[in-house]
T-cell receptor, first 111, second 113 residues
Framework: GQQLNQSPQSMFIQEGEDVSMNCTSS?????WLWYKQEPGEGPVLLIA?????ELTSNGRLTAQFGITRKDSFLNISASIPSDVGIYFC???????????FGAGTRLTVKP | DGGITQSPKYLFRKEGQNVTLSCEQN?????MYWYRQDPGQGLRLIYY???????QKGDIAEGYSVSREKKESFPLTVTSAQKNPTAFYLC????????????FGQGTRLTVV
């Protein structure tokens, strides 16, 4: 299946720092989604992006849909301890609803 | 409240037994998905369905089977042919027919002993 390359694999940061993570693919996606997962739970949708170049914010989170439609990034500003978790990107192909996930970025925030 | 429900949360089975995981949604979504997640790994697509009575294999369908007899329900059977069934299984649903957001259930952790 189509591969999404998500980086970094993990991040250890101090509370208050900004965070940036990204996903790239060799395939073109129509939708990029960013999720957060906490231990033992299902992923929760953070931001959805539908158009190339689109920049969308959700509180301290900002995500962009790359112009080439093959990449996306997520920024978290002024991190807090409750930001801890695994962040996944997901790309949706064409109109067939086939959705693929990156391997995740595990974020640890030190108070 | 609208949502997607997986049950049970934890499931234990003996090796060689088939087991069925439940997924129900009342969001009126047409599309439903099953993913498998191993420790420290991302989500891998097992099966997905865009409409009742139709479903497609994902990347790791071998050893699994699904049915979609009702719009609200998309059960996953882990068969004895699945060589390494212990994992966290996640079900999701979305509106079909184009790019859209998917919403996840809480997951079922299956342990085969």
């Amino acid at each position: 299946g189509q591969q999404l390359n998500q980086s970094p694999q993990s991040m250890f940061i101090q509370e208050g720092e900004d965070v940036s993570m990204n996903c790239t693919s060799s395939s073109i996606f129509n939708t990029w989604l960013w999720y957060k997962q906490e231990p033992g739970e299902g992923p929760v949708l953070l931001i959805a992006l539908y158009k190339a170049g689109e920049l969308t914010s959700n509180g301290r989170l900002t995500a962009q849909f790359g112009i080439t439609r093959k990449d996306s990034f997520l920024n978290i500003s002024a991190s807090i301890p409750s930001d801890v978790g695994i962040y996944f990107c997901a790309g949706q192909l064409s109109n067939n609803n086939d959705m693929r996930f990156g391997a995740g970025t595990r974020l640890t925030v030190k108070p | 409240d609208g949502g997607i429900t997986q049950s049970p949360k934890y499931l234990f089975r003996k090796e060689g037994q088939n087991v069925t995981l439940s997924c129900e949604q009342n969001l009126n979504h047409d599309a439903m998905y099953w993913y498998r997640q191993d420790p420290g790994q991302g989500l891998r697509l097992i099966y997905y369905s865009q409409i009742v009575n139709d479903f497609q294999k994902g990347d790791i369908a071998e050893g699994y089977s699904v049915s979609r007899e009702k719009k609200e329900s998309f059960p996953l059977t882990v068969t004895s042919a699945q060589k390494n069934p212990t994992a966290f299984y996640l079900c999701a649903s979305s509106i079909a027919g184009g790019p859209t957001e998917a919403f996840f259930g809480q997951g079922t952790r299956l342990t085969v002993v």
